[in-house]
């Protein structure tokens, strides 16, 4: 936990499949680049910075990872952490199936470019987003969201979120629904009136403390599971 430096960018990874925990809990650790790490044959990224609490910038660029499938908790409590330089190659995306606590608590990160992730195959968004306190704007409308099954705590006390497009969400499999957006206290618009709400069963406390809100249409909702 000591480790405040460590040069590993010109590293060979090209035969790797796990970077679960790599660098999981450097809690010193202060500044990594990584743009130069192939995460091709790559499936698991899971808690790969996780606890690196001081970790300030980030550099990712992965140009192709077609096996990733899980990266839950990969930045979770990167406290610092206020720059992520993710390179995205344009003729590349990558498609995780679990997304669940990707960004939580990454206080300082103020914007994130998500451009090259591709969701179609992601079954879970629990706390992806849970108490990142200083983003502001967050540009998420191209994600696919049809085989997304639980969205709980996704956007929950990110106290400074101003605007997020969720209008476009698919919400046809979410069954869980909790502190979806609670506390998120500087929102003043939410579309959400396309939910598809037919297979939730919870919904507590989905929008508690969103005290800046106009007006939240719900109209057609269904919550006969409730």
């Known amino acids: 936990s000591c480790l405040e430096w460590i040069s590993c960018q010109n590293w060979n990874t090209k035969n790797v499949i ?20 192939d995460f091709s044959g790559v499936a698991d990224c899971s808690k790969m910075f996780a606890s690196c609490k001081r970790l300030e910038t980030l550099e ?12 839950t908790e990969m ?3 990167c406290h610092w952490l206020k720059k992520l330089s993710w390179t995205w190659d344009k003729k590349w995306s990558i498609s995780p199936v679990r997304l669940g606590h990707l960004f939580h608590e990454c206080f300082c990160l103020e914007e994130i470019d998500l451009s090259g992730l591709d969701t179609s195959r ?10 990142c306190q200083s983003l502001k704007k967050l540009d998420i409308a191209h994600f696919d969201t049809s085989k997304v099954i639980t969205m709980e705590s ?13 209008s476009g969400f698919n919400t046809r499999r979410v069954g869980v629904f909790n502190d979806f957006m609670k506390n998120c ?42």
């Open 60 to 71: 990712l660029g992965i140009t192709s990872a077609p096996e990733l499938t899980e990266m």
């Open 154 to 166: 996704m956007f929950e006390d990110c106290f400074s979120l101003e605007e997020v497009d969720v």
């Open 185 to 226: 206290q500087r929102l003043k618009k939410i579309d959400v009136s396309g939910f598809d709400t037919s297979n939730v069963i919870e919904m507590n406390a989905m929008f508690q403390n969103c005290e800046s809100v106009l007006e939240l249409d719900t109209t057609f909702w269904n919550t006969r599971n409730c």
């Open 18 to 37: 796990s970077f679960r925990s790599c660098f999981c809990a450097c809690q010193s650790l202060k500044s990594l680049c990584l743009k130069k790490w």
């Open 122 to 131: 992601a079954d879970c968004m629990c706390a992806m987003f849970k108490n």
């Open 75 to 77: 930045f979770q409590y």
